[in-house]
Nanobody, 121 residues
């Protein structure tokens, strides 16, 4: 089992930046992709970005060019650098892991963190 703990959420102004982190522990050896998802009130959870064990990254169209996903494999930490933030980026952000290729489908992911809140105004 993998345990995930997100941090770094905050309230920022439009155009600002935030960096989220996700620390993974437990049995991480089966993880192939680590991903970031977000969920705003009354909306479905959506994929934001993901990174596979070979370093390949993928992004939702809405965040391409603004967000960057990275990882420190030695420390089992996943990062999400968010720049040029918009009000529509406001959501609870979750990290998740899957033994599969990265996808934007939450049902493909088996381990989830508790989330960290990002508010842009």
């Amino acid at each position: 089992d993998v345990q995930l703990v997100e941090s770094g959420g905050d309230s920022v102004q439009t155009g600002g930046s935030l960096s989220l982190s996700c620390a993974a522990s437990g049995y991480t050896y089966s993880t192939y992709c680590m991903g970031w998802f977000r969920q705003a009130p009354r909306k479905e959870r959506e994929g934001v970005a993901g990174i596979e064990s070979d370093g390949s990254t993928s992004y939702a169209d809405s965040v391409k060019g603004r967000f960057t996903v990275s990882q420190d494999s030695a420390k089992n930490i996943l990062y999400l650098q968010m720049n040029s933030l918009k009000p529509e980026d406001s959501a609870m952000y979750y990290c998740a892991t899957t033994p599969l290729y990265c996808s934007g489908n939450p049902t493909d992911y088996s381990s989830w963190g508790q989330g960290t809140q990002v508010t842009v105004s």
